[in-house]
């Protein structure tokens, strides 16, 4: 099946950037998402990225995708610690079915 | 507008016992979703509903696990009988149509099973 990769943690201070990486299997994805989940709630949509699109930018999230690599990258400009979260990343093919990272917890050290 | 609803939020109950959860998605949201995320994994789809009409439940344990949308609009998640391995969060999202840029997720129901 189609697989979805993370690296497990990562640590930042307060006022640095945060960028975190994602890999994928399948080429046929339509979007790209990232999502946020805080401790006992459901899962927030950050900011997708259609795959004809090799960046985009949401006010502090910067999202690149190199699709010849098949890579994802977020990156939180001026990270604080309310943005200490797990974060997924996921594909949805054009059948609308996604395929879920395993998560990358960010810790935002003041 | 209103977010997707789900109930009960926590349920634990003992092995080879039933149960179920309920989900409410947003309104006129065609798409939904149901999703099982163990802790420390990323939610993995059980079953993709279009209006009443199943798109996809290939990764549902059909054994145990049923779902069903009758009208098109809320549904429900049953397991009858539960294991031990069936501990999660099961979260329910929808979205205005299939493939479309967005969905939105429930809270979730975290079940225990004991």
């Known amino acids: 099946g189609e697989d979805v990769e993370q690296s497990l943690f990562l640590s930042v201070r307060e006022g640095d950037s945060s960028v975190i990486n994602c890999t994928y299997t399948d080429s046929s994805s339509t979007y790209l998402y990232w999502y946020k989940q805080e401790p006992g709630a459901g899962l927030q949509l950050l900011t997708y990225i259609f795959s004809n699109m090799d960046m985009k930018q949401d006010q502090r999230l910067t999202v690149l995708l190199n699709k010849k690599d098949k890579h994802l990258s977020l990156r939180i400009a001026d990270t604080q610690t309310g943005d200490s979260a797990i974060y997924f990343c996921?594909?949805?093919?054009?059948?609308?079915?996604?395929?879920f990272g395993d998560g990358t917890t960010l810790t935002v050290k003041p | 507008e209103a977010g997707v609803a789900q109930s009960p939020r926590y349920k634990i109950i003992e092995k080879r016992q039933s149960v179920a959860f309920w989900c409410n998605p947003i309104s006129g949201h065609a798409t939904l979703y149901w999703y099982q995320q163990i802790l420390g994994q990323g939610p993995k789809l059980l079953i993709q509903f279009q209006n009443n009409g199943v798109v996809d439940d290939s990764q549902l344990p059909k054994d145990r696990f049923s779902a069903e949308r009758l009208k098109g609009v809320d549904s429900t998640l049953k397991i009858q009988p539960a294991k031990l391995e069936d501990s999660a969060v099961y979260l329910c999202?929808?979205?205005?149509?299939?493939?479309?840029?967005?969905?939105?997720f429930g809270q979730g129901t975290r079940l225990t099973v004991v």
């Open positions: 996921a594909t949805r093919s054009n059948a609308g079915k996604s395929t």
């Open positions: 999202a929808s979205s205005a149509r299939t493939g479309g840029p967005e969905a939105f």
